[in-house]
T-cell receptor, first 113, second 111 residues
Framework: DAEITQSPRHKITETGRQVTLACHQT?????MFWYRQDLGHGLRLIHY???????NKGEVSDGYSVSRSNTEDLPLTLESAASSQTSVYFC????????????FGPGTRLTVT | ELKVEQNPLFLSMQEGKNYTIYCNYS?????LYWYRQDPGKSLESLFV?????AVKQEGRLMASLDTKARLSTLHITAAVHDLSATYFC???????????FGSGTQLTVLP
């Protein structure tokens, strides 16, 4: 069955370190998204991609970057982790046509100390 | 800028009762999605509403969309404990592939 996975599921890191969160989908979806979820803010879009070599900034992109070298993967990098980036991160994907329903990964809980 | 507002944000209800969650959005859109999230879990798609007047039902949940009023409702009929979760609505914006989420409604069904 097609799925979307994230790794690691939990991560503790120190302020200033570079961190990369992985997202892998086997739906063959063109569109991929990264969100963060914080209490009181719902889900906020960080970055998104509509295909290989395409990346775009979302609402809260400062301090984050993504790259898309193939259809299946969209890794999220925190260049220099800050305590304000402690959050739960969700990756999602959707087809390039049709109803654009997004399917979510299981999430990564990141703690920056 | 698209804004999506849900109310209430918190809802406690007795088993067997009915209630409605509201989702208002600020700009024209003809696609709206409802998701469910259990504590510590990911988001699960519940309904996709694609046109004005669309109505979808699954078990005790029914969702509807009024694009003219920019309003969607999620109606709960005869609530049961298993429905306790956080419910999010999300609206398509921009290029029709991005979603803007409401803040979520945390539903607790009490025995």
């Amino acid at each position: 069955d097609a799925e979307i996975t994230q790794s690691p599921r939990h991560k503790i890191t120190e302020t200033g370190r570079q961190v990369t969160l992985a997202c892998h989908q086997t739906w063959n979806h063109n569109n991929m998204f990264w969100y963060r979820q914080d209490l009181g803010h719902g889900l906020r879009l960080i970055h998104y991609s509509y295909g290989v070599q395409d990346t775009n900034k979302g609402e809260v992109s400062d301090g984050y970057s993504v790259s898309r070298s193939n259809t299946e993967d969209l890794p999220l990098t925190l260049e220099s982790a800050a305590s304000s980036q402690t959050s739960v991160y969700f990756c999602a994907s959707s087809a390039g046509t049709g109803i654009y329903e997004q399917y979510f990964g299981p999430g990564t809980r990141l703690t920056v100390t | 800028e698209l804004k999506v507002e849900q109310n209430p944000l918190f809802l406690s209800m007795q088993e067997g009762k009915n209630y409605t969650i509201y989702c208002n959005y600020s700009t024209t859109s003809d696609r709206l999605y409802w998701y469910r999230q259990d504590p510590g879990k990911s988001l699960e798609s519940l309904f996709v509403l694609l046109s004005n007047g669309a109505v979808k039902q699954e078990g005790r949940l029914m969702a509807s969309l009024d694009t003219k009023a920019r309003l969607s409702t999620l109606h709960i009929t005869a609530a049961v404990h298993d429905l306790s979760a956080t419910y999010f609505c999300a609206v398509v914006s921009g290029s029709a592939r991005q979603l803007t989420f409401g803040s979520g409604t945390q539903l607790t069904v009490l025995p």
